[in-house]
């Protein structure tokens, strides 16, 4: 009995010393983590998600144009000192339950006070989420201004898909916004780093792709910047266009490591939310994906070094590894960079940006058509108008404002100017007339259909093929009207799907000829607001058979007469001097000695039937 009592004891006696030992490394290892962090140069204005007016904080989203009185919420703007953490250095969550008033307070009064008008832009219209040195970014950026010079800054697109979707165009406004206040957009293609694969918010490795699809994403993603920024060599507001695969893909590892390694903690990088999401849900987590952050960070280091970048920009999910990247160039270079974010944003019933239930909202026309993108802002919900009008448009705040407060039939008006304003940055401006006219015609009992489906999605499908029959599924799904065969088929079920304006009720039923009639065009609806056209390509096969058919034919009996000739000039030759008289000739069957007489060569014989035969 007391051997077992002093077992127990024993057992409980190792327990509490490894847990403590436990605790005791996660203390050392947040220690190590704000340490890596902080530095003698710079401080970081971390903010933790919720909207922001200026001289506010608030529990939500951005920081707004409104003013009031300062006050402090549970989320608040954390002002880490940075200089080097001794021992018992506080961790984030430690420093924003413990710090005064007065901390928020200045940086409020930063927030307030703000003069560039790129910072004043990011913080009216809520693209502000967190900055590093916000008061010290502003000076440098107003006094680029005063000298009549420019701030680099990059924003990194990986070349994850051939097209870029709507949960980018956040990322290129804030590009955009940078150029018309005056500074220099830089756009990093990720080549190299496509290589990897981010592994920010994904429960799995993204799948591996070959050099050659990155190549087609990278042209895909590329042109669609051109419609937003002003590119070129001359002015110092000029966009530029680089790829990061031109210096990652040359490095070399053993040297990479010496030069670059030392910088980077375990510690710190197992403390990025993307990190231990990943280990939380026990999802594999490969070294490969582990060096993302690194060569991420290495990238600004890159720029700065090549062209002079000095901000870097980027959704807030990216905070870790652009924390990383300004760290980087201080240890290294010993520069001053910077790093701001925007906040990650969702629709008001918290789904993310950019998607829906018909997938996608690509960017570029050959995947999304110019009508469908304007129906994706014209079917925002109501709560997120004013928001968006900020967010994806350049209308004047002003007039922005005018609209809060309407509702009912006014707030649809709103999401037409939201659908207006987004599809001409994107599209043009002349894009909307084609647009408004299919709505015209399809919905309002307005001009001719036939005349306004330039603005709907448009597929083809050949002669042969409507002969036989296309499945009407498949022609939803491909004109993006269902995202897969299941969602047309609940849409048939549902009485939703229409042929023009008869009703589609047989989920089996296929498109056929008959159903074009005189026409080029069927028209497919699924609801009430969304449409596309199958266009018909009328074979030209019978008249082209019958030409192959024609010319088989004759060269047929052009060759035959031609081998009757060639025999019939062997036989002459043999029995030139046993046969009196001449031979019968044609034009068709000449004996050699005549050919030759009349100045032909044998090869004239070909020649000559061929004629003959035509």
């Known amino acids: 009995m007391i051997v077992r009592m002093t077992t127990c004891l024993t057992c409980l006696a190792v327990a509490s010393v490894s847990t403590a030992f436990t605790r005791s490394l996660t203390r050392t290892a947040t220690r190590q983590a704000a340490a890596s962090v902080g530095s003698s140069t710079s401080r970081h204005v971390i903010r933790r998600p919720g909207p922001l007016a200026a001289g506010q904080i608030h529990a939500g989203g951005s920081f707004g144009a409104d003013t009031g ?46 003069k560039s008008p790129f910072l004043r ?71 190299g780093t496509s290589k990897v694969g981010d592994p920010t918010g994904k429960d799995e490795s993204r799948v591996m792709m070959t050099d050659d699809i990155i190549a087609k994403n990278t042209a895909g993603i590329s042109k ?25 893909s040359g490095l070399k590892y053993l040297q990479f490591l010496r030069d670059y390694g030392t910088h980077f903690t375990i510690n710190r990088m197992m403390s990025f939310e993307s990190v231990k999401q990943r280990l939380a849900r026990e999802a594999p987590f490969s070294f490969l994906e582990f060096n ?31 924390i990383s990247g300004c760290e980087l160039g201080r240890r290294v ?48 919900a109501d ?57 015209d015609s399809m919905f309002k009992g307005g001009k001719s259909a036939a005349a306004s489906t330039e603005g709907l999605a448009r597929i083809f499908v050949t002669s042969d093929e409507a002969a036989e029959g296309v499945k009407y599924l498949d022609l939803f799904v491909k004109l993006g009207l269902a995202g897969s065969k299941k969602e047309a088929r609940r849409l048939i079920q549902g009485g939703g799907a229409r042929l023009g304006e008869e009703k589609i009720s047989d989920e089996f039923g296929t498109l056929g000829t008959e159903d074009f009639g005189d026409g080029n065009e069927v028209t497919l609806r699924a609801g009430k607001k969304r449409a596309g056209v199958v266009e018909l390509k009328r074979s030209e096969k019978g008249s ?38 001449d031979p019968v000739t044609t034009e068709e069957t000449r004996s050699p000695e005549e050919t030759k007489r009349e100045g032909h060569s044998e090869h004239d014989c070909a020649k000559i039937t061929f004629q003959a035969v035509v």
Not at 89 to 108: K, M, R
Not at 346 to 370: F, H, I, Q, V
């Open 69 to 114: 009185r300062p006050r402090r919420a549970s989320s608040a703007l954390l002002s880490t000192a940075a200089a080097p953490a001794a021992e018992g250095a506080q961790t984030e969550e430690e420093i924003d339950a413990s710090s005064g008033a007065s901390q928020v307070s200045d940086e409020e009064e930063t927030l307030s006070n703000l």
């Open 121 to 191: 832009t990011m913080r009216d219209r809520g693209f502000l989420f967190q900055c590093t040195n916000l008061a010290d970014l502003d000076e440098l950026l107003e006094d680029a201004t005063a000298k009549g010079e420019s701030v680099s800054a990059y924003l990194g697109f990986d070349a994850t898909a051939d097209s870029l979707h709507v949960g980018s165009l956040l990322q290129i406004m804030i590009l955009r916004h940078l150029q018309r206040s005056g500074h220099r957009p830089i756009v990093l293609i990720g080549g």
């Open 224 to 248: 669609v910047f051109e419609k937003f920024l002003k590119f070129g060599d001359e002015g110092t507001t000029d966009a530029i266009m680089v790829n990061n695969d031109d210096w990652l």
């Open 292 to 322: 993302y952050m690194i060569l991420q960070a290495y990238d600004f280091l890159e720029l700065h070094r090549r062209h002079g970048a000095k901000l870097q920009l980027g959704g807030s999910d990216q905070w870790g590894n652009m």
């Open 333 to 380: 270079d010993g520069a001053q960079l910077y790093a701001l974010t925007a906040p990650l944003i969702t629709t008001s019933d918290g789904k993310k940006m950019g998607k829906t239930a018909g997938g996608a909202m690509w960017l570029n026309a050959d995947r999304l058509s110019e009508y469908d993108y304007w129906q994706f802002w014209r079917n925002t």
């Open 383 to 439: 709560d997120d108008v004013i928001r968006f009008l900020k967010l994806f448009t350049e209308l004047d705040l002003a007039e922005i404002e005018k609209m809060e407060g309407w509702t009912g039939a006014e707030i649809n008006k709103a999401k037409i100017v939201l659908a207006d304003e987004a599809t001409a940055l994107l599209h043009g401006r002349d894009s909307l007339k084609a647009i408004h006219d299919t709505i």
């Open 544 to 581: 082209n058979d019958l030409s192959s058919n024609i010319f088989e034919a004759v060269f047929l009996e052009a060759s035959t007469r031609f081998l009757k000739c060639r025999a019939f000039q062997l036989q002459q030759s043999q029995q030139a001097e046993a046969l009196k008289g």
